[in-house]
């Protein structure tokens, strides 16, 4: 790197090595092949498999965005695991799983997803940098930035030397120990207080085992009918347990809970949160009882916000560095695969001599725009996770206006078309108040804080037309003319979606299906009213 900060500058740092920072530094390099990239990261490599970082779990926009954008799918299928979809579980003390209520899907759906093990996966990135000319140094601890608007000072400690180096772009991609944020006063509370605890065990958990029902186990087609690789959630009143199956054979394990319903007092360590899991989810606790505990973690507010994230002067915030949601639908790879997409085109555009004033603006209102319809997913609706009812007509309303709005953008490159975005800006403000009016009667729902009795039920995700639909929609690359119509008819027939579930929700007794509703929704309501 150099001792001395008179030394030419280099165009991009990165601070921090991680799946931001290197996905960051890969796409960088592929779209302008000359740039000089450094990446600093504080840990040693290579990582332990099963590394204990929140984020294993894919969803469409982060799969895509590592696939098919940084390139990486043979090593998704090679090393990593397929992921059977979002499964939730509805029920707590029951001894046979079957007659828990299940929403999931009984055949994978158009776009495949993927479980992550992080430190396979990270060690995978830094390796490819390096053969792809990225400059990657770890055991690199950042312990100062200064920006201005000439060039930005990194100072770093390498061992016993210290050495500053000079960039023309400044990207912090150090996760929650984020150095620019607090530096610039950027921290912002989003108001969502909920915490979590985590830990991974070896093996597997397989819930395939947890009942020996014929007809439950039939239910799931593809993949052997292997449950145990979804993203399984068991659900109750203010908390969800998620458990994620990873690449090295080991198990991770997490506890998810709002504050004001759950104290966190209760499982600060792995005994005490065994013994909430024998109260809440007893199946889970007998399945994680016995094991080799690798790691145990906690985290009070989790989720938070950032004033800006990126810079008409050359610095950016990428991934948790600048915010984070909240683990539930696994957005987190999602968050880095747009402010990485958006970082890139204005770095690009920038070392090309363009100006990026306007542009910084615009993608901050994207971005935000983004956060702040997606943060409206779970502000507040923790006391709801336990209500089977309202959570299976939530998760449909919720997978229909992601796949169908945010998806369908992100998959054909239009979050760095601003012309585009301005031409169906009427369009996106149509559904983001779709949106609106659903996340509110759940939220109304949600204050009931209601546990129904589960009744062995199954909403079969991929037996939703509407679902189906918008998730096979999206391995279709279309024009801009094609995606305006695409997304405009997606509009008009969330509109149809949120009239329908809101009646659901509301007046069930009351409902006439027709055959518009056959159509859209499959059986969704006569299996509701079983």
């Known amino acids: 790197i150099g001792n001395n900060i008179d030394m030419t500058p280099t165009d991009v740092v990165i601070v921090g090595g991680g799946m931001a920072g290197l996905t960051l530094a890969l796409q960088l390099r592929r779209e302008k092949s000359d740039l000089d990239i450094v990446v600093l990261e504080r840990k040693t490599h290579p990582l332990p498999p099963a590394t204990p970082k929140v ?5 469409e926009i982060g799969a895509h965005y590592l696939a098919d954008v940084v390139d990486l799918r043979h090593h998704l299928e090679q090393s990593q695991l ?14 046979d799983f079957s007659h828990y209520d299940e929403l999931g899907s009984s055949r994978l759906l158009a776009v495949p997803t993927y479980q992550l093990d992080r430190g396979i996966f990270e060690n995978y990135l830094a390796q490819t940098a390096l053969e792809k000319g990225i400059r990657f140094h770890d055991n690199a601890a950042v312990y100062s930035l200064s920006t201005d608007r000439n060039h930005h000072i990194v100072s770093i400690r390498d061992g016993q030397m210290q050495k500053r180096l000079k960039t023309h772009w400044l990207i912090d991609a150090a996760g929650r ?4 944020k607090p530096s610039l006063g950027l921290a912002c509370d989003n108001k969502h207080n909920c915490d979590a605890v985590w830990f991974r065990i070896e093996g597997r958990i397989c819930i395939d085992d947890w009942s020996s029902s014929a007809s439950w186990r039939d239910r799931c087609i593809d993949l052997n009918g292997k449950r145990w690789l979804s993203t399984n959630h068991l659900m109750g009143p203010g908390y969800w347990v998620w458990i994620i199956p990873l690449a090295s054979g080991v198990t991770s394990v997490g506890i998810v809970f709002d504050q004001t319903m759950h104290s ?4 600060r360590t792995f005994d005490l949160a065994l013994k909430w899991l024998e109260v809440f989810q007893p199946l889970c606790a007998d399945a994680v009882r016995g094991r080799s505990i690798l790691d145990f973690h906690f985290l009070k507010n989790y989720s938070y916000s950032c004033k800006q994230v990126f810079s008409k002067n ?7 560095a600048g915010v984070f949601l909240d683990p539930f639908y696994s957005p987190g790879c999602d968050s880095i695969a747009i402010s990485n997409t958006l970082i890139t085109d204005l770095v690009v555009r920038e070392m090309k001599g363009e100006s990026i004033h306007r542009r910084s603006l615009a993608y901050q209102q994207i971005y935000t725009s983004y956060y702040d319809s997606t943060l409206s997913l779970y502000q507040n609706q923790y006391p709801g996770f336990g209500d089977s009812h309202l959570m299976i007509i939530k998760t449909v309303w919720d997978y229909a206006y992601y796949w169908g709005v945010l998806s369908l953008l992100f998959f054909n490159r239009s979050f760095t078309d ?11 403000e149509k559904a983001r108040r779709y949106n609106d009016k659903m996340q509110t009667a759940f939220l109304q729902r949600a204050k009931l804080a209601l546990h129904v009795p589960p009744r062995g039920i199954f909403i079969d995700q991929s037996e939703i037309p509407v679902l189906r639909d918008f998730n096979s929609n999206l391995v279709t690359p279309l024009t801009k003319k094609s995606l305006s119509e695409t997304l405009l008819n997606n509009v008009i027939t969330l509109e149809t979606v949120s009239n329908y579930l809101i009646n659901i929700l509301c007046s069930p007794a009351k409902l006439a299906t027709g055959n518009l509703e056959k159509e859209l929704f499959g059986d969704l309501f006569e299996r509701l009213s079983v």
């Open 82 to 95: 397929p992921k059977f979809g979002l499964r939730l579980f509805f029920g707590d003390t029951l001894a």
């Open 314 to 320: 050359r610095w950016a915030l990428a991934g948790e």
């Open 418 to 428: 601003v012309d585009f975005i301005i031409r169906i800006g009427s369009d996106l």
């Open 264 to 267: 966190i007092d209760s499982m």
């Open 55 to 59: 984020g294993e779990s894919t969803v």
């Open 177 to 180: 120990n984020s150095l620019l």
